[in-house]
């Protein structure tokens, strides 16, 4: 069966703290891709990043970094330097194959509050 | 810019009554999705529709249909609007193919008494 984790449900940091969001996934599938969405208090889910099962290599994108271990099944997210902007609702998702398409598993979100 | 609408951002309807929710898309994607989104639930997907008039069940289609009579536009509908759908529902697209990434609506929030 497919699933994901995010085992944390709120988190609250104050500015500038640096702040890991988890994500454990499972599959028995060899080939699928993890995301990352935000949403903002706006509700509109924002694609953050896009990692496929044979590209382990870490990614760094400005105040964000992403650490993708498939010996732990994990994707966790990490901001640096925290900002209020930064206060969202965190999605990790799984995208693995069907016959004609793929189905795609959210997991239950982390709500990360930046406190100024 | 990459733009997916929803025909309401909040919808508060009585029950029994038939509902649909709206869902256009300007990037001529082939894929679309409903979803509805609880507290600690995350998104589950209720219908995906690969193309015009092609369309899957997702993991919670019961009480709902959906339509996709033109590329840009994807229908939800409650055919019989229950309590227990009151919810916050998405619509997503995404270019056809596996692993792209999906593009969300605004939401609409229903509220069903």
């Known amino acids: 069966?497919?699933?994901?984790?995010?085992?944390?449900?709120?988190?609250?940091?104050?500015?500038?703290?640096?702040?890991t969001l988890d994500c454990v996934y499972e599959t028995r599938d060899t080939t699928y891709y993890l995301f990352w969405y935000k949403q903002p208090p706006?509700?509109?889910?924002?694609?953050?990043?896009?990692?496929n099962s044979f590209d382990e290599q870490n990614e760094i994108?400005?105040?964000?970094?992403?650490?993708?271990?498939?010996?732990?099944?994990?994707?966790?997210?990490?901001?640096?330097?925290?900002?209020?902007?930064?206060?969202?609702?965190?999605?990790?998702?799984l995208s693995t194959f069907k016959t004609s398409y793929d189905k795609v598993i959210f997991g239950p979100g982390t709500s990360l509050s930046v406190i100024p | 810019d990459v733009k997916v609408t929803q025909s309401s951002r909040y919808l508060v309807k009585r029950t029994g009554e038939k509902v649909f929710l709206e869902c256009v898309q300007d990037m001529d994607h082939e894929n679309m999705f409903w979803y509805r989104q609880d507290p600690g639930l995350g998104l589950r997907l209720i219908y995906f529709s690969y193309d015009v008039k092609m369309k899957e069940k997702g993991d919670i289609p019961e009480g709902y249909s959906v339509s996709r009579e033109k590329k840009e536009r994807f229908s939800l509908i409650l055919e019989s609007a229950s309590t227990n759908q009151t919810s916050m529902y998405l619509c997503a697209s995404r270019v056809a193919g596996v692993g792209y990434e999906q593009y969300f609506g605004p939401g609409t929030r229903l509220t069903v008494t």
Do not use: H, M, P
């Not at chain 1, 706006?42 to 990692?51: D, M, T």
């Not at chain 1, 997210?77 to 900002?83: E, G, K, L, N, P």
């Open chain 1, 1 to 19: 069966a497919q699933k994901v984790t995010q085992a944390q449900t709120e988190i609250s940091v104050v500015e500038k703290e640096d702040v």
């Open chain 1, 42 to 51: 706006s509700g509109e889910l924002v694609f953050l990043i896009r990692r």
């Open chain 1, 61 to 93: 994108s400005g105040r964000y970094s992403w650490n993708f271990q498939k010996s732990t099944s994990s994707f966790n997210f990490t901001i640096t330097a925290s900002q209020v902007v930064d206060s969202a609702v965190y999605f990790c998702a």
